[in-house]
């Protein structure tokens, strides 16, 4: 009885294997060459008996399955990098893929090779490298081994005191079983995390230094502590130039095919303000949408304002009536979709390079610094471009009573920046 119930698992045990190996017999390879052998192999072991030949399948199954599923997942993430954004798909792997803050890069560079890298606060505007930077010295330190060694959170998810207690804690009080070295927490857009969440985290470097390191990332570095700040090595990521910035965007342009006008580059990196992860994000939206990427489709794609449309805003606001200021901007707002938030932005760029005496000067940027405040906190937007527009009528009465000759027309500026 025992040994027919052992037959029978027997035979569906091979059944299982015969089922996977099928496949695998039409594609070739190494295991059509194992299949015709396995016979010959079960004869030579029968000895093993029941058990062992049940085991033995058992084993044979597990392996040969394992090897379908690592080739299916192989697959896979070769079909989902295709689809990736461009900002994880053309992250930097390396230290050497970066393209700028050499001296950051050299100097942590240098810590990681003589094992002395200390807690870290990088901190700078977005899409500068920051993130990338510390995930490429992980690379560099772990090598393949780099998930098991890492605790890579967003502070701005975990940013309370518990998350502080149990996530970090729990993985900076332990070590691995056949890992050597140190762990790396990264705590990235820390500036998020609650007084009490950080203060915590004051006492959890302290204590588990020998056992861990910590990389605080975060934007605005006066939202950290100082008791966090002075345990750590503050490194300040700039925003990129435009040499750099246009190596990098000329080859994924390259990479993916692109066609990109000298004038649609010039918009991107206008626009992008040396943050990359903005400039991939605006390019690889008007790739989906145009064929031809030119400045017209990129201002198209982001809703900003064109060098156009500015011209024609000073215009009115600086020799036109009060109507004429407020109807010019906004019958732009409804045609085009342009928010006054950013069209104000954009007026101030050319305020800066009007010449204007220093007394209106001074009346006109408190204006526009006061606008822009009430901008953000969700104002009224017609209210504010009235006020928009009464600010450049009080300017030109100001200059009048200082004897200064009126601006001149948007059209004879150099709005370009």
């Known amino acids: 009885m025992v040994n027919d119930i052992w037959r029978e698992r027997e035979r569906e045990c091979v059944h299982s294997l015969f089922t996977i190996l099928r496949p695998w017999r039409r594609l070739g390879g190494g295991l059509f060459a194992f299949c015709p052998r396995f016979s010959s192999f079960w004869s030579e072991n029968v000895s093993f008996g029941f058990d062992g030949r049940v085991i033995i399948i058992i084993y044979i199954i597990i392996k040969v399955n394992n090897i379908i599923m690592v080739g299916s997942s192989v697959a896979s993430a070769s079909a989902s990098r295709a689809d990736m954004p461009w900002v994880e798909k053309y992250r930097p792997k390396t230290l050497d893929d970066l393209v700028a803050h050499e001296e950051i890069i050299s100097t942590i560079e240098r810590l990681v090779d003589n094992d002395r890298l200390p807690h870290l606060l990088l901190y700078g505007p977005p899409g500068t490298g920051k993130t990338s930077t510390i995930l490429a010295c992980a690379r560099k330190m772990y090598g393949n081994n780099t998930k098991g060694m890492i605790l890579e959170l ?66 605005y570095v006066s939202k950290i502590i100082p008791a966090l700040q002075s345990r750590c090595t503050r490194f300040r990521f700039s925003p990129l130039k435009d040499v750099q910035v246009r190596s990098r965007v000329e080859g994924i342009v390259r990479a993916e095919g692109l066609d990109v006008t000298p004038a649609g580059l010039n918009a991107l990196l206008k626009l992008g303000r040396g943050d990359m992860r903005k400039i991939l994000n605006i390019m690889q939206s008007a790739a989906m949408s145009y064929s031809t990427i030119t400045d017209t489709s990129v201002y198209a794609c982001t809703g900003m304002p064109t060098e156009g449309d500015i011209k ?17 901007i906004r019958s732009m707002q409804l045609e085009k979709g342009l928010a006054l938030g950013d069209i ?30 009430r901008l953000a906190f969700a104002t009224h937007e017609k209210l504010q471009l009235s006020g928009l527009v009464g600010t450049f009528h009080k300017l030109r009465a100001l200059m009048q009573e200082e004897g200064a000759p009126p601006p001149k027309p948007a059209n004879a500026m150099d709005l370009t920046a």
Request: aromatic share 8%; with cysteine.
């Open 154 to 219: 967003n502070a701005s998810d975990n940013r309370g005191i518990n998350d502080v207690r149990d996530l970090v804690q729990n993985f900076a009080s332990t070590r691995k079983l056949f890992s050597s070295g140190i762990k790396l927490i990264i705590l990235d857009e820390a500036d998020s995390m609650t007084k009490a969440a950080q203060f915590a985290l004051r006492r959890i470097i302290e204590k588990y230094t020998k056992n861990a390191r910590f990389c605080l990332i975060c934007n």
């Open 312 to 328: 024609a805003c000073m215009n009115a606001l600086l020799t036109g009536t009060f109507g004429d200021g407020c109807e010019t």
């Open 344 to 373: 104000l932005t954009e007026v101030f760029k050319a305020v800066s390079k009007i010449d204007l005496p220093p007394r209106s000067r001074m009346y006109l940027l408190k204006q526009l610094a006061d606008s822009e405040y």
